[in-house]
């Protein structure tokens, strides 16, 4: 007689590290300094922005490092959550991942992956016919199917590899991480010796904004910045396969998160040093290009127009991988806890969440059919800051409520880190519904949909019970 299925502890401290900067670096360190410096008009303000938005991502991180210490399962924000308030905002949240935040995560990282590959080999334009087909005027959901297709069919590759077994899945991430990490080591070193590159001590000869920087234009930028460091919460969601998570979580969080911070700024201080503000703009307005292959053209020519796209290609790969590994837990810890769908919660013969893989490939897929890469970027910074916010506050209700638990990690900086943190988290949200209102009103919608299935899901436990 076989005993239930339970997940395995079998993640040390290095693979939470590695998961925490798999699930961030993505597309954003190669598109989003484009965009960012069509706002901005500034490379000192763009730096500005990184350097902040990775700042207060350490804050997040911090604020997120106490509570994963202390509450640390399988499920991550969602066990916190629901420990912190209720288990109706545990749900909100959940369901806000599986509409919003994760697999449109995964979605946009899918479409860039597509991008690149067709960079590599060309598409065939696909029911070209029907690209002007449109859903209420915001969604196209045939415009450059070839690509969507692409992007599909990735998702549900790495999907079916994920359900083969937690370690095909860490294995894939640890080897993506080698290479992408090494790609990008490669990117600054080569860029900033590069004869065309400007020493970066002139980088602020290009800094004076053409226009001034207010309140509202530097944080709809961050939402770029923002995208770039996207991710580093997901860790949380394998609590119950991490070996002593009350410490390794908390420590992979930081260690990961300052990582990240100091490659992002050398990475877009050696954009800035091969690209003006000009080209960036420009390469913004092209909506076809991306900033790291046109600043590999200049120190490397058409062989590093390839390198970069093959790297992209690979990053988006690992990316992808480490969300669609990490994002399908909490949808199984809420179906074990009855707040999802019973057959969610099932592990199949690898003691792996199998339906809940499965069914977040399949929404992803739905999800690529439905917007463009900066309409799902700006749409889960903005629904995930809203939880980030609430994780934040959670660390002083948490103090006030279980002050003689014990904590292997404390944030520094105690009431100040957590205070600053909520008090962004909500000019974040107010200033996207002011700059933004189209993906603002689209994720709020896709969130409040959770409610009746919510109270339709209460019924039926209540029916059985």
Request: with cysteine.
């Amino acid at each position: 007689m076989t005993g239930q299925r339970k997940l395995v502890r079998a993640l040390g401290l290095a693979s939470v590290v590695i998961f925490v900067i798999a699930n961030i670096v993505g597309s954003g360190v190669y598109k989003k300094v484009a965009p960012m410096a069509a706002d901005l008009q500034s490379s000192g303000w763009i730096l500005i922005a990184f350097l902040t938005g990775g700042v207060i991502t350490l804050m997040g991180a911090l604020c997120n490092a106490e509570v994963a210490g202390l509450l640390a399962d399988t499920g991550g924000d969602l066990v916190y959550l629901k420990k912190i308030y209720n288990r109706f905002f545990a749900f909100i949240y959940g369901w806000a991942l599986f509409t919003v935040i994760q697999t449109a995560t995964i979605s946009s990282l899918a479409n860039v992956f597509a991008q690149s590959f067709d960079n590599l080999i060309p598409l065939p334009d696909v029911l070209s016919g029907l690209k002007d087909y449109t859903i209420g005027g915001v969604f196209f959901p045939f415009k450059d199917f070839g690509i969507k297709i692409v992007a599909i069919v990735a998702i549900m590759i790495l999907t079916f590899i994920n359900m083969a077994g937690l370690k095909s899945g860490a294995g894939l991430g640890r080897v993506l991480f080698i290479i992408v990490f090494s790609g990008l080591i490669l990117i600054i070193i080569f860029g900033l010796t590069s004869p065309s590159a400007t020493s970066l001590a002139k980088i602020n000869a290009n800094s004076a904004p053409s226009h001034p920087v207010t309140l509202s234009l530097f944080y709809s930028a961050l939402l770029g910045a923002f995208w770039a460091y996207q991710g580093w919460g997901s860790v949380g969601f394998i609590g119950g396969e991490v070996k002593n998570p009350t410490k390794n979580i908390p420590r992979g969080i930081i260690i990961g998160t300052i990582l990240i911070i100091v490659v992002y700024l050398l990475v877009n201080a050696t954009y800035l040093s091969l690209l003006s503000i000009r080209d960036l703009t420009e390469i913004s307005n092209s909506g076809n290009k991306i900033a790291a292959v046109e600043a590999a053209r200049i120190f490397w020519g058409n062989g590093g127009v390839m390198f970069l796209s093959i790297l992209i290609l690979i990053t988006t790969a690992g990316c992808i991988n480490a969300s669609i590994l990490t994002g399908a837990r909490p949808y199984y810890a809420m179906s074990k806890d009855k707040l999802f769908f019973s057959g969610i919660g099932k592990l199949n013969n690898r003691n792996v969440p199998a339906n809940s893989l499965l069914w977040q490939g399949i929404w992803a897929s739905v999800l690529v059919l439905s917007g463009t890469f900066d309409q799902l970027t700006d749409m889960v910074i903005f629904t995930v800051f809203i939880f980030y916010g609430a994780t934040a506050l959670g660390v002083i209700i948490l103090r006030k409520r279980m002050p003689d638990a014990y904590r292997p990690y404390k944030v520094w900086g105690y009431p100040v880190i957590p205070v600053l943190y909520v008090l962004f988290c909500i000019g974040l949200f107010i200033n996207t519904f002011i700059s933004k209102p189209r993906e603002a009103i689209i994720g709020i919608v896709l969130v409040l949909t959770g409610i009746p299935v919510y109270f339709l899901l209460k019924w039926k436990n209540q029916a059985k019970a």
